[in-house]
């Protein structure tokens, strides 16, 4: 009989962990689209009770040195531990890692760590009232902690053993390869990426790059930020990218303020020279903005590609690929503002009954409502998922083919030739990556900005950056 996942964890935690004598109960949590997440619950010999963290691989699989592009993307588990130690050497507020799972635990790559009490769910770090008196010092707070990070010595860590080197232009070079390798043809991305290499930041000083510092990956208690959480994409870069990745829309959760939605680039960049000494650059923040807008843009892309072709396809990838419009959409709003004009919804004359809309209706209100009503924890979370997914194709059935109707028409006038929707995107991909078009060519702009602004009319109309564009 195979050994249950509880068993093997509970003779590891018995096994290294001197005050652990039993497992009570290990929960996986929402969220945590690369990784998984557990909370685990364990008694001491007293049967006094307390909580610890477990963080693997999906399906409990190996997650580093995986290929992405030209590089080696992710370090791994084991060396995201080495960082959150080192970090926390550095002043850096970390939970404490007390163990990292070996080959023969049976357990797949993974670290066990201290439960920290903290919010991080970045929704409610912008607007929960429990934080209304700390949100304005975090940004100051976000500076500081992330000059310590970028202060960290590579050698003497042996971090600068295990982590890859990315100069700006590879790290655009890399991102876009990903993209390439999924085969679709998204010219937004291609236009913000020919657009990247034309802005490349110059004389760079590299450091120790968190790479996913932002609102969402950190935990805040109504005293300040707890800790640093997901160091899995750390490499060793250029530092303004963690700057320029905190302010980027996608992290704002709706608010207006630009750094995580909480704060002002200014206090930003005041907590960060008054640990670093050294003045920050604005405009090579705002480079690494836009890139993390087309970087997350392809990311998004990833977690659909994953739900095809990875160990973990469930229904929160694909809910997440989606969300590649979001980040095109303020790429648009950042590099091509202007005016837009929206697609009408198609009225449903159908007599057939049921309609397909209703269909999907029915199945939506049935997530949203019994089956959330029944469950909890991450069953209740995906079920929130799934029936905003439907919401996605409710919309597209509404607003879809008009939409793709009037980009091919801009298409067909933008080359002067007729051709089928695939062809003409795919003809406007290669020629912005060959460099025949230029990103200045007549109508290109308009097109971009009607065709990206209506597809996230489509999949996420509550968003941000769809508010700016039609403002």
């Not at 070996?102 to 790559?109: F, R, T, Y």
């Not at 059935?397 to 801009?410: I, K, N």
Request: charged share 25%; aromatic share 8%; proline share 5%.
């Amino acid at each position: 009989m195979t050994e249950s996942f509880e068993a093997k964890l509970e003779t590891v935690l018995i096994r290294h962990l001197a005050d652990c004598k039993k497992l009570l109960s290990a929960e996986r949590l929402s969220g945590g689209a690369s990784q998984e997440t557990y909370r685990l619950t364990v008694a001491d010999a007293d049967g006094a009770e307390r909580l610890l963290a477990l963080r693997r691989a999906p399906g409990g699989g190996s997650d580093g040195g995986h290929e992405e592009g030209r590089i080696t993307y992710n370090p791994g588990l084991a060396a995201e531990a080495l960082l959150m130690q080192s970090a926390k050497a550095a002043g850096v507020p970390e939970p404490e890692v007390f163990y990292v799972l070996a080959p023969d635990d049976g357990l797949g790559e993974g670290f066990i760590m201290s439960w920290l009490q903290g919010e991080a769910l970045g929704a409610r770090i912008v607007r929960s009232p429990e934080l209304a008196e700390i949100r304005p010092k975090l940004a100051y707070q976000c500076g500081q902690i992330l000059a310590r990070i970028h202060a960290i010595d590579l050698h003497a860590t042996g971090l600068d053993q295990c982590l890859h080197t990315l100069t700006p232009a590879d790290y655009v070079h890399t991102t876009w390869d990903r993209y390439k390798a999924f085969k679709t043809p998204q010219p937004m991305i291609d236009y913000a990426g020919r657009w990247l290499l034309d802005h490349l930041p110059v004389g760079l000083e590299m450091a120790l790059v968190h790479n996913d510092f932002r609102n969402g990956n950190l935990m805040i208690s109504p005293n300040g930020v707890v800790a640093v959480l997901d160091w899995e994409v750390a490499h060793i870069g250029d530092p303004m990218r963690d700057l320029g990745w905190i302010c980027t829309n996608s992290w704002r959760f709706g608010s207006a303020l630009p750094v995580g939605g909480f704060g002002a680039y200014e206090d930003l960049f005041a907590g960060y020279q008054a640990v670093a000494g050294v003045e920050v650059d604005p405009t090579r923040v705002k480079f690494w903005e836009v890139f993390g807008s087309f970087w997350w843009a392809i990311g998004c892309l990833g977690m659909a590609e994953h739900y095809r072709n990875g160990p973990d396809a469930t229904v929160e990838r694909p809910a997440i690929g989606r969300r590649s419009s979001e980040c095109q959409v303020d790429c648009v709003n950042l590099l091509l503002p202007g005016a837009v004009e929206l697609v009408a919804p198609a009225s449903e004359a159908s007599e057939e009954m049921p309609r397909i809309d209703e269909l999907l209706v029915s199945v939506r209100d049935f997530l949203h409502g019994d089956v959330m009503a029944e469950t909890q924890g991450r069953s209740n979370f995906m079920a929130r998922v799934a029936g905003n997914s439907l919401d996605i194709v409710l919309r597209d059935h509404a607003l879809g083919p008009e939409h793709r109707r009037l980009e091919r028409q801009r298409l067909e006038a933008l080359f002067v030739t007729k051709g089928n929707l695939d062809e003409l995107r795919w003809r406007l991909v290669e020629g912005l990556r060959n460099g025949e078009i230029a990103l200045d060519h007549p109508g290109l702009a308009e097109h971009l900005r009607h065709t990206v602004v209506n597809q996230i009319a489509i999949d996420q109309p509550k968003y941000s950056g769809f508010k700016t564009a039609t403002a």
